[in-house]
DNA sequence: AGGCATTTGTGAAGACTTGCACAAATCGCG
DNA sequence: CGCGATTTGTGCAAGTCTTCACAAATGCCT
């Protein structure tokens, strides 16, 4: 069980046959894109140019004919793009079109929120399971949903097919936790919990860290008001 | 009221009096450093080597080194690092002494799993004051503070002298909030709503997005099951 | 006091990312 | 049919970030 990596950019296709090589970088913009695509769809657009798309998407505009141009030439020079097509192209790309079974690890604060948060389901991802190490817990309807022990997890994912688990315990619980995901099959993590994992390669995992958030958010305060004479950098986003 | 622009690297000090001149990427990976150190510190550690911290943090240890050297020379040759005395450096960097006092906009799912998340206070930050555009949600005891409604932002925010807004609305009010937050005199803001703000120079914005956290993981799923020839990477964390 | 093992701090090379600037392609219109 | 306006796709250069590799510094042990 090798301690993970740092981010390794490019996502090597290996010469297959059917996949391109994406930037790390433009990976995580597309889902950006995509969300934009759906509000100027909902919107009644037919086609975007690179800068309205640009701009709806909060990026340069040559950034992003850069990024959609890994994917192939889906633009008309002198119109745009399609915004239906391209839709359809970045969903494809980001394994969009099979709906993703997701187990969801820690039903505390932060879990109740992520069990009952629509945005997920809108986008495409159902979460088929909840579970909790908390034996007076489990049981507990939550959003419609039953609560499972862990003990049952390796199951359970092998008969709901999950391959994404999201870890919402405490730190200290996060790496059993991971631990019993990957030998139950996930191939994917999605960590709330404020520590590092370690999983062996071949899973994948990604870290939100709310106060690492706002401690980036302080160090600009902070600059901000012991410096009051450059103009701050937008962050992020 | 600019549309802000992509992350620029690089935090100029304008050759002020105080301040160094850090990378974004390290100002992103400091918050990092220092859990793992107070880890360290809590497990009785009064030294760590730069590959130990590196390990802890899940980074490399070269560049953890050239992350610390930008904050001045703490560390001691054939020794490692003070434990406390890199703590007390990283915190002050960061501006974390003073206590920042944030409001919190917007009191559904997420907002009320944020409103009590212990990792919020114990890093350093107080929720000073909870909104909502809903007066039927106005006067709710959420974690022993009442919301109150968005109209009451200005005054709280110049009283309580809250400098960091955290916006946990739905997509379509999160525009309106942060244009409410600048105008009360936020100058930070961290961004759940999906969408991307715009908001004047001066001002930082960080988005966290749920859904786009999974999408990158799904396209990494659809690359390990579409070719299962190459090992994957780690992503982000 | 001297030598050895350890570990930091950093120069340099390489990889990745961004953004400009423009040729090539397309459309609409006269 | 041809021309001008528009917009994509991309070569290139600049900037940023990561990683290696090693000299310099430190402490321990004899």
Redesign the interface.
Known sequence: MS??????SG????G?P??PD?P?AT??R???Y???LHNLADAGHDTVSSEGLA??????SA?LRKDLSHLGSYGTRGVGYDVTLLIEQIEQ????HET?A?ALVGIG??G???A??A??A????HIAALFDADRDRVGELVNGMAVRHMSDIAAVVADEGI??GVIATPADAAQVVADDLVAAGV?????FA????A?P???????????????????????????T?????????
């Open positions: 301690q993970q990596r740092a981010q390794s996502v090597a296709s290996g297959g059917g996949f994406l790390e990976v995580a597309l889902p950006e995509l969300r934009a701009t709806a998407a909060g990026v340069n950034k790309v980001l394994g969009l993703r997701v604060n932060l109740h929120a992520l009952r948060y945005g997920f809108s986008r495409g991802f391959s994404i191939t994917s993590i999605l960590n404020p520590c590092v994992l999983v390669d071949g899973v994948d995992v990604r870290k939100v860290d709310l106060a690492i958030e706002l401690q980036i958010l302080s160090f600009h305060e902070h600059r901000k008001s012991t410096l004479a450059l103009p701050a950098k937008v962050v992020g986003q």
